[in-house]
């Protein structure tokens, strides 16, 4: 009989900001001195490193949740979001990329329309546009990244650009970033 995998916490934890460097050889980063500042990220919709309600992935309606954030620097002017699974068992897993998202927005709401807020969707892992939630393998506990940047500029990509096009991008225009955790298992 297989035993199920146990949870990876310490190296969730580990791995932090800094989650996206397996999938872009760098993390994102600020223009040329200029140090990221840190927004805070919450929802409505489950608590800083809570359990994703089911609603919010694949076993559910697999909708996006609620996200606020809080007010960015002076200079911002766009947002990018990228939900990822650095537990995958492939390595780091992106759910849902979210760019050029208008500066006077400082939430989405649950399901969220990205166009009616300026935004644009990028290709994720699943090869699809849009968010793809959650949906570990069974018995896995896995930890959920929003990652959320205020950009110095809009990133001007085409509708489902690839991750690793967006992380080219976003270098040396973060001017902050913060991010949700959230877990989940099936």
Known sequence: MKRPM???VGMAVALGFCAACKSSGGQPSAPPGITAAKLAVTSAS???NGAIPVDYTCD??????QLTWSAPPEGTRAFAVVLEDPDAPGGTFTHWIAFDIRPDVLGLPENADLAAFGGS???NDFKRTGYAGPCPPKLEIHH???RLFALNAPLGLTAAASRSTLDAALSGHVLAEGALVGTFSR
Not at 60 to 65: E, I, Q, R
Request: hydrophobic share 35%.
């Open 144 to 146: 959920y990244f929003f």
């Open 121 to 123: 969707t990028g290709m």
């Open 60 to 65: 559910g309606l697999d909708k996006s949740p």
């Open 46 to 48: 489950f608590a800083s």
């Open 6 to 8: 146990k949870p990876r």
